[in-house]
């Protein structure tokens, strides 16, 4: 069976700050998908980045950047120099090869200070 | 694009009474989806329709709720009667097709509370 696990329930930094959001997921399948979605308070879940099982090269977009790691289960966000606007619950999620359910972590709450 | 449309935005009922949620897709989208979202938790999956079909609704507690999406465009969600252990957001989303790499764009959720 699927699981995801964030195990950082909440983190708080300070404006600038660079923060890294972890991200530990199991699956029996060989071919799966891997998602973060931002959850800001207005409650819509906003779709931040895909990645397939095969593809385990690094991607930067802006300020966010995520590192793959097959061998460790593992899919960690980074946000570089944080903003206030970056205060959201953060969720890591996966899916199978086949029927696209998303399994979510419990989400990590981030609050940036100014 | 119009995003995910969802209403009521809130809802309050009492324990044992109905209560129903509409969801309307992006255009052209053809799986729609129904998650629960229980306070200080990640979404859980309830339904998954693939144009007016369900493909899984392993998760929906089959005695007291039901979905539907007739033709295969808007969907209903329906609680009832609800309990307490109902109050969570509901949230709906939909994918262009059923493919596991397809991102799911969601709605802003119905947020119920059961008193």
């Known amino acids: 069976a699927q699981k995801v696990t964030q195990a950082q329930t909440e983190i708080s930094v300070v404006e600038k700050e660079d923060v890294t959001l972890d991200c530990v997921y199991e699956?029996?399948?060989?071919?799966?998908?891997l998602f973060w979605y931002k959850q800001p308070p207005s409650g819509e879940l906003v779709f931040l980045i895909r990645?397939?099982?095969?593809?385990?090269q690094n991607e930067i977009s802006g300020r966010y950047s995520w590192n793959f790691q097959k061998s460790t289960s593992s899919f960690n966000f980074t946000i570089t120099a944080s903003q206030v606007v970056d205060s959201a619950v953060y969720f890591c999620a996966l899916s199978e090869e086949y029927g696209n359910k998303l399994v979510f972590g419990a989400g990590t709450i981030l609050r940036v200070k100014s | 694009e119009a995003g995910v449309a969802q209403s009521p935005r809130y809802k309050i009922i009492e324990k044992r009474q109905s209560v129903a949620f509409w969801c309307n897709p992006i255009?052209?989208?053809?799986?729609l989806y129904w998650y629960q979202q229980i306070l200080g938790q990640g979404p859980k999956l309830l339904i998954q329709f693939q144009n007016n079909g369900v493909v899984d609704d392993s998760q929906l507690p089959k005695d007291r709720f039901s979905a539907e999406r007739l033709k295969g465009v808007d969907s209903t969600l329906k609680i009832q009667p609800a309990k307490l252990e109902d109050s969570a957001v509901y949230l709906c989303a939909s994918s262009l097709s059923g493919g596991s790499n397809q991102p799911q764009h969601f709605g802003d959720g119905t947020r119920l509370s059961i008193l």
């Open positions: 255009s052209g989208h053809a799986t």
């Open positions: 699956t029996r399948d060989t071919t799966y998908y």
């Open positions: 990645r397939n099982s095969f593809d385990e």
